[in-house]
């Protein structure tokens, strides 16, 4: 499975971005798609995922309400639609693959990965 992630930019504080994420090569019938962040000098973080079958989705809470993650089943692409974003939200995102179809927010649980796409907000 390759993933590819884009939508990145600059944007200024409280502005809003799209984030893409494509999906090709052999899928099973039920996985989930994750959102995961890096900002410089710190960990990688979950963001939110969505199950492929059940549309099931979990946020991380420094984004719930702000987030929110769709999905089209035709162009096998996941969308991360960011609004009301804060200087913190600055990072470079990526995009993961999970097998099951359970939304996980371990990054372990994640067997593919995207290149990331980076995200800048300004204040």
């Known amino acids: 499975v390759q993933l590819q992630a884009s939508g990145g930019g600059l944007v200024q504080s409280g502005g809003c971005l799209r984030l893409?994420?494509?999906?090709?090569?052999?899928?099973?019938?039920?996985?989930?798609v994750g959102w995961f962040r890096q900002a410089p000098g710190k960990e990688r973080e979950f963001v939110g995922a969505?199950?492929?079958?059940?549309?099931?989705?979990s946020y991380a809470e420094s984004v719930k309400g702000r987030f929110t993650i769709s999905r089209d089943n035709a162009k096998k692409q996941v969308y991360l639609q960011m609004s009301s974003l804060k200087p913190e939200d600055t990072a470079v995102y990526f995009c993961?693959?999970?097998?099951?179809?359970?939304?996980?927010?371990?990054?372990?649980?994640?067997?593919?990965w995207g290149q990331g796409t980076l995200v800048t907000v300004s204040s």
């Open positions: 969505i199950s492929w079958t059940r549309s099931s989705t």
């Open positions: 993961a693959f999970s097998y099951r179809g359970i939304v996980y927010n371990d990054r372990s649980r994640y067997a593919h």
């Open positions: 893409s994420c494509a999906a090709s090569g052999r899928t099973s019938s039920s996985y989930t």
